[in-house]
């Protein structure tokens, strides 16, 4: 166990709505990330963090912004909720970088209807 | 990112051995090779990784072909519990580019009784 939570585990709202998905952990952990996971895609990298106030994009980031202004929490946010965001979240952490493996939570289910 | 190559699916006895392949033919010299797992509706899961030499530990082994251009995972003695999707990447460790991992579609691995 990483001591990483994501809240809300479950979310049903609304197109143009926005919404936003919270990543916490425990231990100070540097490095976070948000990945979604859509059938026939695998998981795709949205943003990452390398430190309080210090983020950067992955591969999908048009339609979300993130915000880390404490170690603990790395926050997603949706500002207009499309139907094609409907996936599920999943966000992790590394422990160590000197193994540089990443560990994953539960994970967030997004429908946005 | 060197790109991989994966079998869709495989199938596996209860209690046999499986052996999960990878084709990473444009592996660069200082990529490693990392394997994770997701279980059904849970966050991936991280099993192993190397760089050349055969690496052991308690989930699994990992066999690096000596020009490095493939690699199999091995799961001694599978049980239904290892019945998931297994992801095979390759990446720089501990690069400027920590923690984008690029997750192709992996191979389904059905355990059977």
């Known amino acids: 166990d990483a001591g990483i939570t994501q809240s809300p585990r479950h979310k049903v709202t609304e197109t143009g709505t926005p919404v936003t998905l919270r990543c916490h952990q425990t231990e100070n952990h540097r490095y976070m990330y948000w990945y979604r996971q859509d059938p026939g895609h695998g998981l795709r990298l949205i943003h990452y963090?390398?430190?309080?106030?210090?983020?950067d994009k992955g591969e999908v980031s048009d339609g979300y912004s993130v915000s880390r202004s404490k170690t603990e929490d790395f926050l997603l946010t949706l500002e207009s909720a499309t139907s094609s965001q409907t996936s599920v979240y999943f966000c992790?952490?590394?422990?160590?970088?000197?193994?540089?493996?990443?560990?994953f939570g539960p994970g967030t289910r997004l429908t946005v209807l | 990112d060197a790109k991989t190559t994966q079998p869709p699916s495989m199938d596996c006895a209860e209690g046999r051995a499986a052996n999960l392949p990878c084709n990473h033919s444009?592996?660069?010299?200082?990529?490693?090779v990392y394997w994770y797992r997701q279980i059904h509706s849970q966050g991936p899961q991280y099993i192993i990784h190397?760089?050349?030499n055969n690496e052991t530990n308690e989930m699994a082994s990992l066999i690096i072909t000596e020009d490095r251009k493939s690699s199999t995972l091995i799961l001694p003695h599978a049980t239904l519990r290892d019945t998931a999707v297994y992801y095979c990447i390759v990446r720089p460790h501990g690069s400027s580019n920590t923690g984008k991992l690029i997750f192709g579609q992996g191979t389904t691995l059905q355990v059977k009784p």
């Open positions: 190397g760089l050349k």
């Open positions: 992790a952490i590394i422990l160590a970088a000197s193994t540089d493996t990443q560990y």
């Open positions: 444009t592996i660069s010299g200082n990529e490693y």
């Open positions: 963090s390398y430190g309080v106030k210090d983020t």
